[in-house]
């Protein structure tokens, strides 16, 4: 087989669905980009002021621009776009990636947007981002995960640092955030550092 062709099937064969205890997340599809949801969390300054897209806090991102980078992550053999649900009540809240994946290297990069902020607090990015780093390392066999967070967003650094992230530099008021600049905090995990919330 085609070498691109058996990554992008490694990435989302048939029947995807990466479960964690209380979330499940399965391909992001046109189905989700359709969802109004999904803009508005795009056009929720609270949700994206600490996502790293000054433009998208400056002012609201078009439909057009989203439907590009959709159309190109979702074919992508170096990026798993998801759509992340919480379980029990099967609610669409978020997204969440493995972006950059570097095949040669065994590395990839973990990013969460939760969307619906009543969801925001009751464990889900903690509960999501375990079972995402889980298959990257089991099915997929990379050895080496990062992630980045603004340091404005203590609560996703907290995130990382609960799962076993280790904290492996600062990039000193190197992101955009206001008027002013913050700093780009740098995590990264290796497969026996993983540590799984207790169910
Ligand atoms: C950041 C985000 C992913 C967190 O998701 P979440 O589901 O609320 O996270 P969890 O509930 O699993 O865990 C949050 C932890 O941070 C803690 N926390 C919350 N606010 C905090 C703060 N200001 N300072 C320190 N810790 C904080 C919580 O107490 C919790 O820790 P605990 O379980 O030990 O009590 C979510 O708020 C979000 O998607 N925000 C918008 C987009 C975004 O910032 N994405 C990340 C881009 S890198």
Same mark, same amino acid.
């Given at each position: 087989m085609d070498r691109d062709l058996s990554r992008a099937a490694l990435l989302r064969p048939q029947g995807l669905r990466i479960a964690g205890r209380i979330t499940n997340a399965v391909p992001f599809t046109e189905r989700h980009l359709r969802n109004?949801?999904?803009?508005?969390? #795009?056009?929720?300054?609270e949700v994206v002021r600490?996502?790293?897209?000054? !433009?998208?806090?400056?002012?609201?991102?078009? #439909?057009?621009?989203? &439907? !590009?980078y959709v159309a190109r992550i979702t074919v992508s053999d170096c990026d798993l776009f998801l759509a992340l649900y919480h379980t029990a009540d099967d609610h669409f809240v978020g997204t969440l990636k493995a972006?950059?994946?570097?095949?040669?290297?065994?590395?990839? !990069?973990?990013?969460?947007?939760?969307g619906e902020k009543g969801y925001w607090g009751r464990g889900l990015a903690t509960?999501?981002?375990g079972a995402l780093a889980q298959h990257l390392y089991d099915v997929l066999g990379?050895? *080496?995960l990062t992630a980045g967070s603004m340091g404005i967003n203590?609560?996703?650094?907290?995130?990382?640092?609960?799962?076993?992230?280790?904290? &492996?530099?600062?990039?000193?008021?190197? #992101? *955009?955030?206001?008027e002013s600049f913050c700093d780009h905090i740098l995590l990264g995990c290796f497969r026996n550092e993983l540590r799984l919330p207790k169910s």
């Open positions: 109004p949801a999904y803009l508005s969390w #795009l056009h929720d300054r600490t996502i790293g897209r000054p !433009d998208y806090v400056a002012a609201p991102v078009p #439909l057009s621009v989203v &439907e !590009d972006g950059h994946i570097d095949w040669h290297q065994g590395t990839g !990069d973990i990013g969460i947007m939760i509960d999501a981002i990379l050895r *080496r203590p609560a996703m650094v907290k995130v990382f640092e609960k799962l076993g992230f280790c904290r &492996e530099g600062v990039l000193r008021k190197h #992101l *955009r955030h206001e």
